[in-house]
Structure formats: structure tokens, C-alpha cells
């Protein structure tokens, strides 16, 4: 018996807001057992994977993948992902959003974060459709994509379109997987910081774009998860981010893990799935 089905949603129905006409950029630059990694991705989708009906329990997660905001690891930390979460009963949806780039963009910057709630704010709408809880509705984001997921879930008052309703894409929760979380030169990812924000990034954007520095009591309970020697995202990004939700008082739990690096998604002998699991059940998302 089939465990879940699949479906591509669109993400815009017109032309994408903000976007420069232009061919499809999106080419892939590698494949290995992990799956593909494709770049400069311009033209964003959602892809819907369905629990099967005696699974199904009202949560759903919009995934992010990560890829330096350069590509996605699309297989590795968005669809291998969502196969997992269905499992669970959980309706996945994978979001491969736009890299910022002057080529495609108006605004690179509002690219990934404009999809992003834009994908959020589709799943919110077709809660009754679908038959989700919007209580049970989060984001899930992978490095960059960790970014991107954190950053919808301290930015949710603030649309990137004025079209789209801010109560219909605040995130229920968050979970980061090695996140980049601050765009700070001393502990960001500067290849991240870069692509997202230019060379010469100046103090509001930085600030903006800084997340553990915009967090409020408001903001959604988060699970997060990074290794200690992680070489390429410093997991002083995850801590910076727990102490600031510690202090505003935002329920979080932080997996700190001896070792494993950055990347390694689901590949590590350390099975941190079985603990996102049992968050999953304290916070009553599943059963």
C-alpha cells in the first residue's frame, strides 16, 4: 500500500510578483546517492506529498531545503524528508523557492521569503480543503533553508506582498536543521549572507535579516538541531537563536549533537528523527 500521494501545486497563478521575465534559469549541478542539487532556481513550486487517510492527522510541514542560497538540495532535505513526515501522518510540502538573483528579481533579497509565505499562506487557504488544522501548520528548514524558515517565523507581520493576508502565513512552529539564523560576519555563513544581501550589505539589513534579533514572545515554539562541530553554518547560530527565544520565553528545545558536520540530513548514526518525533508528540502536533 502506497503511503502517501504526490501533487504539484503552483505556487503563483500569474506572473510571479516582483519577478523579471525571463527563461527558466534552474539547472542541475550534481547528483549522488543523497539525490540532486539544483541551482539557480527561478521558478518556484510547491510539491504536496498526502498521507494516506488512516494516517492522516491535520499537521502539515512546508519544507525548505538548503543549498547556501545558491541551490537546494532538493532530494536530501526536501522530498527523502517529506516521505518521512507523511509516515507520521503529517502533510509535507516541499517549496522549492527562487535563489536571489538581479537576473530573475526586482528585489533579490524578498525572493525566497516572498515564496516561502506565499507557500505558507496557500496551505493556510486550503486548511478546510485539505483537512489541516491552521494550528498545526509549520515550517521546516535545512542551513539556508533553515534561514528562510526562521525568517518567516519572526517576520510574520510583515508580508513581502501587500495582496497576501499576514493572519493566513504566521508558521504554528519551526524546526531548523543546522540553520544559518544570523547574518552577522562573525558567525554567519558568508556565502549565504552574500547571494542574499549583496557584498556590501548594510546595518538594517543586516539587522532584518539577523533573526535571533527579531524574535517576540509571539513567536512560534521551535525545535533545533545542529552539530557542535559543524565547519561550514557555526552552531553559535542555533544557540544565539535559543538564548533569544529562551529570553522572550518561546517554548524551544535545542539537539546539540558531538558531531556530524553540516549537510548530513537524515545520514547520521545519531537518529535525531526518533526526538523530533517525541517533540512532535509533547506538543500534541501528532498523535
Not at 121 to 134: F, Q
Not at 210 to 225: E, M, V, Y
Request: net charge negative; glycine share 8%.
Amino acid at each position: 500500500m502506497q503511503n502517501e500521494m504526490v501533487e504539484t501545486i503552483a505556487l503563483y497563478t500569474a506572473q510571479i510578483p516582483g519577478a523579471k521575465d525571463s527563461m527558466n534559469q534552474e539547472s542541475l549541478e550534481s547528483q549522488d546517492k543523497t539525490g540532486k542539487f539544483v541551482v539557480d532556481v527561478s521558478q518556484p513550486q510547491l510539491t504536496a506529498y498526502w498521507p494516506s487517510k488512516d494516517l492522516h492527522n491535520g499537521c502539515a510541514v512546508v519544507i525548505c531545503p538548503g543549498g547556501g542560497y545558491r541551490g537546494l538540495s532538493i532530494d536530501m532535505e526536501g522530498h527523502a524528508i517529506a516521505k518521512r513526515l507523511v509516515k507520521l501522518g503529517i502533510s509535507a510540502f516541499v517549496l522549492k523557492y527562487r535563489m536571489p538573483s538581479y537576473k530573475t528579481m526586482d528585489i533579490p533579497k524578498w525572493g525566497p521569503l516572498q515564496d516561502l509565505q506565499q507557500a505558507l499562506h496557500i496551505v493556510n487557504s486550503g486548511a478546510k480543503e485539505w483537512h489541516l488544522d491552521p494550528l498545526k501548520i509549520g515550517v521546516m528548514g535545512f542551513s539556508a533553508g533553515g534561514h528562510l524558515a526562521s525568517s518567516a517565523a519572526v517576520h510574520y507581520q510583515r508580508p513581502v506582498l501587500p495582496t497576501i493576508d499576514s493572519k493566513l502565513f504566521k508558521p504554528a512552529f519551526q524546526i531548523l536543521i543546522y540553520p544559518v539564523i544570523s547574518m552577522d560576519p562573525q558567525i554567519t555563513h558568508l556565502g549565504s549572507r552574500t547571494l542574499l544581501l549583496g557584498e556590501n550589505a548594510n546595518s538594517l539589513d543586516t539587522e532584518y535579516f539577523s533573526n535571533d534579533t527579531q524574535i517576540n514572545k509571539n513567536s512560534p515554539p521551535a525545535f533545533i538541531l545542529h552539530a557542535n562541530d559543524d565547519g561550514h553554518v557555526s552552531v553559535e547560530n542555533s544557540l544565539r537563536y535559543y538564548h533569544s527565544l529562551r529570553e522572550s520565553q518561546v517554548p524551544v528545545q535545542l539537539l546539540l549533537l558531538p558531531h556530524g558536520g553540516h549537510g548530513f540530513g537524515m545520514h547520521h548514526e545519531y537518529n535525531w528523527f526518533e526526538s523530533f518525533k517525541m517533540w512532535l508528540k509533547l506538543n500534541q502536533l501528532i498523535n
